[in-house]
């Protein structure tokens, strides 16, 4: 039974989640960093874009097992889920069109984004490949968890630029704000887990050895 109310607390923290990444993505202020990767490398070898995220994803498993994340069920339902949400999301969402409301809904997207993965890496399932691989580098380095996604988006961000990915005003934000909502959201779910019923099922993610 606890496993299962476990299931359903990572699917609610992964609907946060993509809600925020659809939320960043329709004010159409700026491509994601790993958007701007996955275009960049799709334009450069001429392979689909699809075929990258899905090759990425693979590159990325591997490096997690290499920092010592091994791949649970969570990574898995990850991949196969997130699309499908935020597609859907997509479709239901309306599209802004003053300038103060693209940005207020990007603002938003990147504060349920970390929000929503700190929730769904919390039912200990297993984290997405690219939150492993944050996870895996913040307990190899001891460095705050805002530190190494900021860091790690902006790499990524600035990689896909060279590659030929578009970079906007928007990515620039996304790449620094994801790592304090991160953050944000982690210091919710410890706080969250002191408290019945969460507690039985609410698992923060250890962030040091």
Known sequence: MQYLVRILWFYVGLAV??????????????????????????ARIG???????????????????????KPGPGMFLNMLS???MVSLMLTLLP??????????????????????????????LGPGPRDG???GLTRKTGLPVAVIKNAMDLVVALSGWLLGGPLGAGTLVVALG????????????????????????????????
Request: net charge positive.
């Open 178 to 209: 994801l790592g304090p909502a991160v953050q944000f959201g982690m210091y919710l779910v410890r706080r969250l887990a002191a408290y019945k019923p969460f507690t039985s099922f609410v698992r923060p993610v250890a962030l040091k050895r």
């Open 133 to 135: 691989f944050m996870i």
């Open 47 to 69: 392979v689909a874009f699809s075929l990258v995220v899905q090759l990425t994803g693979v590159a990325i498993i591997l490096l997690d097992l290499a920092l010592g994340i």
């Open 95 to 124: 599209t802004p069109q003053a300038l103060v409301s693209r940005w207020l809904m990007l603002a938003l997207g990147i504060l349920l984004s970390g929000i929503g993965t700190a929730l769904y890496v919390s039912a200990d």
């Open 82 to 84: 997130v699309g499908p």
């Open 17 to 42: 989640c993509s809600l925020g990444i659809a939320l960043v993505i329709k004010p159409a202020v700026g491509a994601a960093p790993w958007d701007i990767f996955h275009l960049g490398v799709s």
